[in-house]
């Protein structure tokens, strides 16, 4: 079973057994150490998950963290768990004492469905007080389980979740503003659209008229956007866009045929992008789908092509002569032993 698939499956158990755990060791035992596994760690090897481990604050002696995952005899991740009704809001603090003390680079808060990410960003050796990734089981997002998975065993690499987590902390705090801003527009919000369209004064009277207008104007826009994607993910790529790879036979679609992105196509794109966004911005990076294939583009440019169908899939790139070189995979983490050709080619467009 594959990551993305281990991660769904805890997630399914979730709903199915949170309401019979009455106590926070029953939600460690049956949410927590689950995650931990699926996450690739030896919840039975005390070098790699140590129980109950020991953070002395100042004066007061012998005080315990739940988890602490190990590397190389040193703990990199602790982890503070709570009773899955528990609201998180209330225990941040906790976690923060444990972390200040500890050499570990990022800290888990959670109560077995929701789990945040801590790192000390904004100030070395200090927690930082907001998340740069929260992740809610009952509510899982394919970008979030790419986001995740670097924190999995065999691909926990310090220096490229650093690298994200500055900016998936902004973005994140900024999707809850716009989100906020979105739903219920504040006065200062609405004043930024009104002072371009209205030249009188901004009172308080005409800020009531434009609230709700700029309401609805923004839910018709999203609507709009996601109606023009829908039709977009209905056209098959043009020849113009396929400039830097030639048209093979794959690429002649039926106009008529209705394209369907399929989740593995979607964990492999953010796969490519988690590759390339250590070199590129994640803006650049977009893909096409089309009904043979699915391409990935940077800057407008092929990258690369994936060909998933019920026999074999396959990573392709352009070789000599403008011919497709294809490289069979049998899962989607093979896409992984082919970072540096992603980056070579990329580097090369």
Not at 32 to 43: I, R, S
Not at 91 to 98: E, G, K, P, T, V
Request: proline residues 3%.
């Amino acid at each position: 079973m594959d990551f993305k698939d281990s991660i769904k499956q805890l997630a399914e158990r979730v709903d199915k057994v949170k309401d019979s755990l009455t106590t926070e060791e029953a939600t460690k035992t049956a949410l927590v150490l689950p995650f931990l596994q699926a996450m690739g760690y030896d919840v039975f090897n005390p070098a790699e998950v140590l129980p109950e481990f020991t953070c002395d604050i100042g004066t007061k002696k012998g005080e315990k963290i739940d988890y602490a995952i190990f590397k190389e005899g040193k703990p990199i991740i602790l982890v503070e768990c709570k009773h899955w009704e528990q609201n998180l809001n209330l225990h941040d603090n906790q976690l923060l004492r444990y972390f200040h003390v500890s050499n570990a680079k990022f800290g888990v808060l959670t109560n077995g469905i929701i789990y945040r990410f801590y790192t000390d960003l904004e100030s070395p050796n200090k927690m930082d007080e907001k998340p740069f990734l929260d992740i809610n089981l009952s509510e899982l997002k394919i970008n979030q389980i790419e986001e995740l998975k670097k924190f999995h065993k065999m691909y926990f690499d310090l220096d490229n979740i650093l690298s994200s987590a500055n900016e998936l902390k902004y973005m994140g705090e900024l999707s809850n503003i716009l989100t906020e801003e979105f739903t219920n527009p504040s006065s200062e919000f609405v004043k930024l659209f009104v002072r371009q369209i209205y030249s009188g004064v901004v009172s308080a009277k005409i800020l009531q008229q434009f609230t709700p207008l700029i309401k609805q104007s923004i839910t018709n826009f999203i609507n709009d956007a996601i109606s023009d994607r829908l039709q977009s993910a209905l056209k098959p790529e043009s020849n113009e866009q396929l400039n830097s790879v030639p048209i093979d036979a794959h690429a002649h679609e039926e106009q008529s045929v209705e394209i369907v992105t399929t989740d593995e196509e979607l964990e492999a794109f953010y796969i490519i992008k988690s590759i390339l966004r250590t070199k590129f911005p994640a803006e650049s990076i977009t893909y096409r789908d089309a009904r043979s294939y699915f391409s990935v583009f940077l800057n407008k440019s092929v990258l690369c092509r994936l060909y998933f169908n019920s026999s074999s899939d396959y990573l392709a790139f352009q070789g000599e002569g403008r011919k497709e070189i294809k490289h069979k995979l049998e899962t989607l983490d093979d896409i992984y032993q082919h970072s540096e050709q992603i980056l070579s080619v990329a580097e090369s467009l």
